[in-house]
Nanobody, 119 residues
Framework: QVQLVESGGGLVQFGGSLRLSCVAS????????MAWYRQAPGKERELVAMINSGLMTTYADSVKGRFTISRDNAKNTVWLQMNSLKPEDTAVYYCNADIASRFGLRDYWGQGIQVTVSS
């Protein structure tokens, strides 16, 4: 079994910072892409940032210059450093990873973590 567990969310004021963490555990052979998605109330889930195993990154236009995704392949961990937070960043953030395990290659999701930015 493979699990993704997120931590680090919470309530922060406009302009503040938060750092999300996601740790993958279980019968992992290899982790390919790791990503953060978010879903605000009444909206569809959207990609925030992605990082591949070679550390190449992709960001949504709305977070470029404010958010930074990083990972430690040895620790099966991905982080999302969020700076200059705005109320429109309020959402449930989900960790996502493409993982090869003894069960095969598939997409895994974390349980989601709330980020609330007050104005």
């Amino acid at each position: 079994q493979v699990q993704l567990v997120e931590s680090g969310g919470g309530l922060v004021q406009f302009g503040g910072s938060l750092r999300l963490s996601c740790v993958a555990s279980g019968s992992i052979l290899k982790i390919n892409d790791m990503a953060w998605y978010r879903q605000a109330p009444g909206k569809e889930r959207e990609l925030v940032a992605m990082i591949n195993s070679g550390l190449m990154t992709t960001y949504a236009d709305s977070v470029k210059g404010r958010f930074t995704i990083s990972r430690d392949n040895a620790k099966n961990t991905v982080w999302l450093q969020m700076n200059s937070l705005k109320p429109e960043d309020t959402a449930v953030y989900y960790c996502n990873a493409d993982i090869a395990s003894r069960f095969g290659l598939r997409d895994y999701w974390g349980q989601g973590i709330q980020v609330t930015v007050s104005s």
